[in-house]
């Protein structure tokens, strides 16, 4: 049978280079990858273009109609090629849309999405902080903002996501009125492993989808040692779709912690969660700018992976209740998920984490062994309602 997938996004996520290293991985998987601007540098090669990284962008806004042109012949060549190939999964990767200036360059339209018929969607993102230092260490890029950092703001950062995700979901949305089904649309983080991604292109049959909630903000120590061993464990039988694979949550724990101890501060340092030593100082009002969308931004994505997820495991590990992971366990409940809940404490945690937490098929119990909970996960996931 075979199986198109789209992978898309935001520019500068690190989408190819996460999926080509990814793919370095892969064993015995029949698929193929279609990088839809090398298609598109060919076909501008034949017309007597030359279409680089570099000029692509000033290309596109300057002759929209020979741009769209080209790109639609490069998704008309594509289909060509999934139809005559044997593979298994094909795997095409573009980006969404991106502005620039007073223009603004499409991925891919809706007409190009009627062609190719993708059976699922994947936006592959990357954290704002990465986005930006990909940026700065760009020198293509870096020269587009006057090789000045200060230029670079999170906001438009968060708004080249927003623009991406929504352009995707209003197609996808237009694309069911014409008859064509995509099975979900998932927002995926590259700091997920390489291992996650292949399950969840190659072997999610096999491995169905779940989601991992567990207490965030404060609890950084913990999610690096503590959560990390049970996301291993769970990832042995499950593709394990995680919300810290994307840490922009980070920066906005940090504002808030440094305007609460010092409300006049100018300047926020925020140090990379990732290697805990790269640090930056950014200007508050831009945080604050990008706050609210990235916020809402935070919630959305999470909201996306519960409800592509058959069930959501609960790693509970903190005492105070967090007020995330029990809007994630209604979510779930909402979307008619499984739910397993890892609380190991005596006391009682609130009848609403209690509630939640005993919609597992057919035991109505909390787990205050994790092993025992992922056990009892493996045994019942053939009774998950999802399908």
Known sequence: MREVILLTGPPLNGRDEYIEEALKFSEKESYAYYHVFD??????????????????????????????????????RIRKDIDESDKEFHLVST????????????????????????????IVLDDILSVRRRIINDEEWFERFGKRRE???????????EDAINHVKTLIHEL????????????????????TFLDLIFHEKEKPLIYLSYPMTGHEKEYYHRVRE?????SKHFTVLDPGALDDWWIVNEYDTQVEKD???????????????ESEELDREDIEQATDILRRQLVDRDFNLVDVS??????????????????????????????YLYYPFKRRPSPFMEFYGMQNPS??????????????MVEEKEYWTKA
């Open 151 to 161: 230029n670079i703001k999170l906001t438009t950062l968060v708004m080249w996501r």
């Open 263 to 277: 409300p006049s501060v100018k300047k926020i340092k925020i140090t990379h969660i990732i290697d805990g030593e």
């Open 310 to 339: 058959k069930a959501i495991a609960v790693y509970h590990y903190s005492k105070e209740i967090s007020a995330g992971v029990i809007s994630e366990m209604a979510e779930a409940y909402r979307t008619l998920g499984a739910i």
């Open 363 to 376: 035991r109505r119990t909390m787990f205050k062994d994790e092993d025992e909970m992922i056990k009892t």
């Open 39 to 76: 298609y598109i540098k060919c076909i501008g090669k034949e017309r007597g273009y030359k279409i680089t990284r570099k000029n692509v962008l000033d290309f596109a806004i300057n002759h929209p109609n020979l741009m769209n042109d080209i790109r639609d012949e490069a998704f008309e």
């Open 230 to 234: 049970f996301y291993k464990k769970l």
């Open 95 to 122: 980006p969404s849309l991106f502005r620039w200036g007073s223009g603004s360059v499409l991925g891919f339209t809706l007409s190009n999405l009627k062609l190719l018929k993708p059976d699922r969607v994947i």
């Open 176 to 195: 069911k009125k014409e008859g064509v089904e995509v099975r979900y649309i998932l927002q995926f983080g590259i700091r997920h492993p390489y291992k």
